[in-house]
């Protein structure tokens, strides 16, 4: 008999095909993870059992997506799948004109060269790793002004990553509107632990740039989960489909940076889109300078087609319930086996707060580095770095950045793993909690000068 009248939902999807992994010994994985450095950005793909590291372009495609793929239409100019494509972002978006470039920081590049003079701000609901280094990059300075919530793991504020109006109006009378090209807001924040924005603040921003005639730029790159979110938690939403919340969040911006190696179900490419036609006029002008042709940015046609069909799939409530579940899924294993995680569970994966798995340990020591690179010994499962060797040195003083977050993140990758794999991985996070007191820090031996997570090495102290 079964216990109560729940019914278990499943993925909507079967598998058809299959790929290998690889299990190794712990031997083996010692000698794997000194090799590289303690990072788990050097690790071979290969010696990974479950890799966890992102969720950025390792998505399953479909059927649908793999068939378009043969439709690839590899004209120098003009391809068809450019069309499908612009399609596509006009309908699930509705953003006018759309530039595509090979990733997500490559629009992050043209908007922000496009936009920011030397010496503006820009306000954003927390910062990320590369949008920050093209606004600092074109002269520009990143202001967090994001709810105080978000800098707390154990808060269950449900829209952690909303904008705290005041603190935007207080940077506006400070650094004048004229001195703030536009105000960078992500859906979903991935730095916060996945977590998203709420419509009713983002109407209430929108109307307080508009006030101040300042545009807002939508990191879109996790649309879709952050409406599902807003489906599931906001008054007024549960019976919209997520499709007409993605356009709602879209529609109270001016523009769009995307990743679509997310939320879009691709392996590779990426998006500017605007509404703007002199600022769609500039980036043309600049794709062509650093990507290519405006109208394949960086991509072969069948990338574009497979994106196109990516878009329309990623918007469907069955999908995003199946995608946003299954991390909820693990979150909700390690927070009832008492193992500390970002609260509430985001949307794209489940976050440790090494603060409180590792008290031992300062930041200085590099705690969440250490403890990914623990879980990684004890079963080959890699994740990823999220706290302050992500967030690198201020430009200015050469210091440090500490953020108040020190995380470890466990990504779900889109269609990819079964539930039988999250058990093992969070069996595995039990036990590297357990033996937690037995994990010694880390010293970094070598550093580059850019986005340091993905190359710095270290050493155990
Ligand atoms: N995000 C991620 O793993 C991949 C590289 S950084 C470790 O989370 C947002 C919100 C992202 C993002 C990438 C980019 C850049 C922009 N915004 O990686 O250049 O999460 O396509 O996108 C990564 P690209």
Redesign the pocket.
């Known amino acids: 008999m079964r216990p109560s009248k729940q019914r278990s939902w499943a993925e909507p999807y079967k598998i058809k095909m299959v790929e290998p992994v690889k299990m190794t010994s712990r031997k083996d994985r010692e000698k794997f993870i000194n090799d590289a450095g303690y990072n788990t950005f050097l690790l071979r793909s290969d010696d990974v059992y479950i890799d966890l590291l992102?969720d950025?372009g390792t998505s399953a495609m479909s059927d649908q997506q793999w068939a378009g793929m043969m439709l690839g239409d590899e004209a120098y100019a003009g391809s068809r799948n450019y069309y499908n494509l612009e399609d596509a972002v006009r309908k699930y978006y509705g953003y006018r004109y759309l530039v595509p470039t090979h990733?997500?920081?490559a629009a992050?590049h043209l908007i922000s060269q496009i936009m920011i003079r030397e010496g503006d701000m820009i306000p954003g609901n927390m910062y990320?790793?590369?949008?920050r280094l093209h606004q600092e990059l074109a002269g520009g300075q990143f202001v967090d002004v994001i709810i105080d919530e978000a800098h707390d793991p154990e808060s269950e504020h449900p829209f952690k990553g909303n904008v705290d109006l005041q603190k935007l109006e207080d940077l506006i009378k400070k650094a004048g509107a004229d001195r703030i090209p536009y105000v960078s807001i992500?859906t979903s924040v991935?730095m916060a632990g996945g977590q998203p924005i709420s419509l009713e603040n983002l109407r209430a921003l929108r109307e307080l740039t508009q006030k101040h005639n300042i545009p807002i730029i939508h990191?879109m790159?996790r649309v879709a989960e952050n409406a599902y979110f807003i489906k599931m938690k906001e008054k007024g939403y549960d019976d919209m489909p997520v499709v007409a919340i993605v356009r709602e969040i879209c529609d109270l911006t001016d523009g769009a940076t995307m990743?679509a190696?997310?939320d879009a179900l691709v392996n590779i490419g990426?998006f500017l889109a605007v509404n703007d036609k002199e600022i769609f006029e500039e980036a043309r002008n600049l794709v062509v300078v650093y990507e290519g042709l405006h109208t394949y940015g960086g991509l072969a046609g069948r990338d574009m087609e497979a994106m196109a069909r990516g878009i329309s799939e990623s918007v469907q409530d069955d999908h995003i319930r199946a995608r946003v579940g299954q991390v909820q899924y693990l979150g909700d294993k390690l927070i009832e086996w008492k193992v500390p995680v970002v609260r509430p569970i985001g949307s794209h994966g489940v976050f440790l707060d090494a603060r409180k798995i590792l008290p031992h340990m300062s930041q200085d020591q590099f705690s969440a580095q250490a403890l990914a690179a623990e879980l990684y010994l004890d079963s080959g499962v890699r994740s990823m770095e999220r706290g302050v060797v992500s967030a690198g040195r201020n430009p200015e003083s050469g210091e440090h950045n500490y953020p108040s977050l020190e995380m470890v993140r466990l990504?779900i990758p889109r269609r990819v793993y079964t539930q039988a794999h999250m058990d093992v991985v969070a069996e595995s996070v039990a036990e590297v909690y357990e033996n937690r007191k037995r994990i010694r820090g880390l010293k970094m031996v070598y550093e580059p000068k850019y986005l340091r997570f993905f190359q710095a090495r270290f050493e155990p102290l």
């Open positions: 992102t950025s990733q997500g920081r992050e990320f790793t590369t949008t992500a991935n990191d790159t990743s190696k997310k990426g990504t």
